[in-house]
């Protein structure tokens, strides 16, 4: 009786060594029982995959944001194609107009010897030369006639004024065109630059940002997987236990007491029953459809918050969250034999207490991955499930 307890203990310290390793990324403080340890790992997953989702859903309104400025750059791109084929176009133009500069200037070149050259003779033939030349006239015809080359030269002389000032002008204007053309040019192109890169800015500040999402999603990945990791070795090293449990080294309750199963049948433990919703074994798979997916435990379909009972007297090995199988208890009734109790909408037990044979543990539910409200119940011998029928009277 001593090695046997002594032995128990041993097993006993053995799990909860096994169980006291924590994920690196989470850093969390567990509780002493495998319970409060299953029951961190699993909120510990939970809030990963909150955030998880919350970084996921970050990353897709900014990457719709860079696409926006990807737009946005794209147009001021078009914007400044535009503008230097305007450039190019204004080139021409501005090239022709260095033309005519150039056929002004060399027309001022050529002409303003002439303009010099009337200028000195204007200002040697004043108005006194004008009348002698007028007085020495031969007749009034003669004197008409030299009146009319008066005129005529004076107009000629003022038709060289006229077209200087005209030529100076033109020079002046194209000049201005030139300068007008350019400027209007560098400024709109300086003002698509800005903004372009403003844009560019606004653009790596975005790429650093998603960037940044996905180093979080990398992590918080990291931390949901460990915590999933961590949870489902939680969960095994219960099994572990289960299957360590045989008939020569019996489970012990809390008080010490050494745990047998005698055999015989188990209390049926869903007292509501409606009908058996689906057997042990291979089915198809009521949510995902897959087919030939083995049914580890056998459906009892009853009314949503109805007494599920424990089958048989034993220690509670588990009472909390348990993946797809919801609120979930696990009761070791020694020799190797356990019970598992699923989709649970409440628990009535927490791990460690002991419980008598018939003893209302939770109430029926749909939590986890369940259609509607039923208990699904296994039997585990050694850790590993068998057919529960011919255990509640139903084989």
Known sequence: MIRTKVISLCLAG????????????????????????????????QEALEKLNESKEKKETELAKKEKLDHEIDLLESELSEIDAIINEAEQEIAVKEQEIAGYEAEIESDEQDFRQRLRAMDETNAASYIDLLLNSQSFSDFFARIETIREISEHDQ????????????????????????????????????????????????????????????????????????????KDSIRSSLSSSNSSVNSTTPSGQTLRYSGGPFAFPAPSLIYVSSNYGYRTHPITGQPYKFHSGVDLAAPQGSNTVAAEAGVVRMAGWNGGYGNCVIIDHGSGVATLYGHNSKLLVSAGQTVSKGQVIAKVGSTGNSTGPHLHFEVLINGSTTDPAPYIGLG
């Open 159 to 234: 038709e060289i004024i006229d077209q200087m000032i005209a030529l100076k002008k033109g020079v002046e204007d194209s000049k201005n065109v030139l300068v007008l053309k350019r400027d209007e040019q560098k400024e709109a192109r300086s003002l698509v630059d800005g903004k372009k890169s403003e844009l560019d800015a606004k653009m790596a500040e975005q790429n650093q940002l998603i960037e940044s999402i996905n180093n979080d999603i990398a992590l918080q990945e990291e931390m949901y997987e460990e915590s999933t990791k961590l949870e489902q070795e939680l």
């Open 14 to 45: 053995t799990l909860l060594l096994s169980c006291s390793l924590l994920s690196a990324g989470s850093r969390k403080v567990y509780g002493t029982s495998v319970q409060d340890r299953i029951n961190q790992a699993t909120k510990d997953k």
